[in-house]
């Protein structure tokens, strides 16, 4: 210590007397869950004395990263947090910052923490642990502390990704459980379209990995409702609560109505919504391997009131039958079973028949699976798989909200022949990119002398024309990027953003024109129509069915509304439809200056 420099020296005995004394300020701020508006959990923050200059935790912090001395501030704080947390009974999880420095080179840090856990009475699997980011980390000492915070059923959460050249690396190495998107991110969300393509970005790999996507940072309402919007999980900032020593348990009225779900279909920033899959409903939960003991699991089932199953995974990490609360507690209940099979592997006790889903399997498989067991085990939820190896476990209440969400907007928004999104989500739609102040291009398709086609050949030839025309646009739409939906009757619209749309534009109807032909009969294929009444009643000549779009380049500013947009759209519409054959016309006039006049741009089919 004599090689310390006098003020180092003098910082160093700050610090010590501060971990001493244990003088810090514990604070907690409520984590909402997006999808139902309720607190989550907490983030437990830290004040050092509010007379000192280390008040500010990044002061702090610092000076015991300076000194050495920041594994065992971190331990003392972790320990004030968790007892304080435990002492005021806060709901969900606990969400507590822990550097990678303290996690690789810390000795016997996870040790501690398990015995930590077990004299408060917090089941390890309400404790998260946030990794952020620090320098000289060891990876492989991280790498196996991780393993082992896990094996203790903690959960970790990568802190601040974006912060930093190694966030998605970070990500890569510990496969968090959660990642917190840094408030960089989130400040200014609504009205910046190359920040909500990075947290697009970032809950498409987040699906992947199966973990649960944090925004950190909120304080205004419009950035919460576009992170409603993108599917973000879970949320925090000083619009929904600061940071407080006693916390609210409940969120204030007026925070609760901004935290309602947002309906299905409303103005989305991206297409429609997507296929739900297991995968998405899935997340992280603590697991255990076959060989543990039944000692163990009951020691765990106990600790943990709410743990109601487990998933038993062998040494290849496949899932092989699940351990129910009620047939643990039953046969512990048995003359002598713990004494003859404590220490026994617990498949002694494991059901071999779990609920089991690829990470691909649709709600409807699911569904349909779930109907046939026996209701007494909805309450084990499921186990999702990648290739066979655990992915993560589901909640039947999870998957039963998908479902009737799913069968609300299909009643409400969808139309009952195409399940496209119809008028309600469309218009909704432009104007989300409206208020986004973003480009994008809207295509009005119409299915030309569809009439004449419908009559000759029947209304269910003309359905069968509607459903493969839907089929049509939704492949040449992009679905990271595009719309696709369904106006009513031979009326469809496609809102690109993809830069590319003009290709795509003449390759859907070059694939119309092509689809077309298998609808008529092989002479009229051949005489390129047929002899049909038409609206006056005369028997008079069809050509065979065309697709008209009508194309609207909308640039921000340009237009106010929706409808503005959708007049626009349906008189370029009429335009393409007075060409011969398939086509597009473009609008290129200004909407105050919109004449017929203008000269239409056709592909002839």
């Known amino acids: ?33 997006l999808d139902n508006g309720l607190i989550a959990g907490y983030e437990g923050l830290t004040r050092g004395p509010s007379n000192s200059f280390l008040h500010a935790p990044l002061a702090l912090f610092e000076a015991a990263r300076k000194t050495g001395q920041l594994d065992a501030l971190e331990r003392m704080v972790l320990q004030v947090i968790v007892q304080q947390f435990v002492e005021r009974h806060l709901p969900g999880q606990l969400f507590v910052n822990v550097t990678p420095l303290t996690l690789s080179c810390g000795s016997g840090f996870v040790a501690a923490l398990g015995s930590l856990l077990q004299r408060c009475g917090l089941p390890a699997s309400r404790l998260v642990l946030e990794v952020t980011e620090s320098h000289g980390v060891q990876q492989q000492g991280m790498a196996r502390a991780v393993a082992e915070l896990r094996a203790l059923g903690i959960v970790v959460a990568m802190d601040d ?25 989130i400040d200014g969300l609504s009205g910046d379209p190359l920040l909500q393509q990075f947290v697009r970005s970032i809950m498409d790999i987040a699906r992947s990995a199966g973990c649960t996507v944090v925004a950190e940072g909120i304080e205004a309402e419009a950035d919460l409702r576009v992170l409603q919007q993108l599917g973000v999980h879970r949320a925090q900032g000083y619009l929904i609560a600061k940071p407080l020593a006693s916390p609210r348990t409940s969120l204030r009225p ?14 989305p920033v991206r297409r429609a919504t997507r296929e739900i899959t297991a995968g998405q409903l899935a997340r992280r939960a603590t697991t255990v391997s076959i060989h543990t003991t039944c000692d163990e699991v009951v020691q765990m089932m106990r600790q943990d009131p709410l743990l109601y199953s487990l998933p038993v995974l062998d040494d290849d990490n496949r899932p092989v039958g699940v351990l129910r609360g009620m047939n643990v507690l039953g046969r512990v209940s048995e003359r002598y079973f713990m004494d003859l099979f404590a220490h026994r592997p617990c498949e002694r006790m494991m059901d071999r028949q779990a609920l089991i889903f690829d990470v691909h399997a649709s709600l409807n498989t699911m569904s349909d699976a779930v109907s046939q067991i026996d209701e007494r085990f909805l309450v084990d939820g499921f186990v999702v798989t990648a290739e066979g190896r655990y992915w993560g476990t589901g909640k039947i209440s999870d998957l039963l909200r998908a479902i009737s969400e799913l069968q609300l907007f ?42 004449a086609f419908n009559d000759l050949y029947g209304y269910r030839s003309g359905d069968d024309l509607i459903a493969a025309t839907a089929d049509v646009l939704q492949d040449v739409a992009d679905a990271e990027f595009d719309f696709v939906g369904h106006i009513g009757g031979d009326d469809f619209v496609i809102v690109f953003t993809s830069p590319d749309w003009q290709a795509r534009l003449e390759r859907g109807i070059d694939a119309f024109d ?44 340009e237009y106010a509304t929706h409808q503005q947009i959708a007049r626009a759209a349906s008189e370029a519409k009429r335009i393409a439809k007075m ?27």
Do not use: C
């Open 410 to 451: 299909t009643a409400r928004y969808a139309n009952p022949l195409t399940q496209l999104p119809g008028n309600v989500p469309i218009d909704e739609h432009i104007d989300g990119l409206l208020n986004q102040h973003v480009g994008f291009v809207v295509t009005h398709w119409d299915i030309g002398a569809f009439k």
């Open 579 to 605: 060409q011969s054959g398939s086509g597009y016309f473009v609008e290129r006039r200004a909407p105050e200056a919109a004449s017929p006049q203008a000269q239409p741009r056709a592909l002839v089919a």
């Open 514 to 557: 092509r689809r077309r032909l298998a609808f008529v009969s092989d002479e009229h294929r051949a005489a390129g129509g047929y002899m049909a009444q038409s609206r006056q009643g005369d028997t008079v000549f069809h050509a065979l069915p065309t697709i008209n779009v009508g194309v609207v380049r909308v640039e921000p500013g």
């Open 254 to 267: 007026e925070v609760a109505a901004l935290l309602v779900p947002v309906a299905a279909g409303a103005a």
């Open 1 to 33: 210590m004599q090689d310390l420099q006098p003020d180092v020296l003098a910082l160093r005995h700050q610090v010590q007397r501060i971990i001493d004394l244990r003088d810090v300020t514990p604070l907690f701020q409520p984590i909402v869950d």
């Open 161 to 185: 990704l974006g912060e930093g050249f190694a966030s998605l690396k970070r990500w890569t190495e510990i496969r968090p459980d959660f990642v917190k998107i840094d408030r960089h991110f």
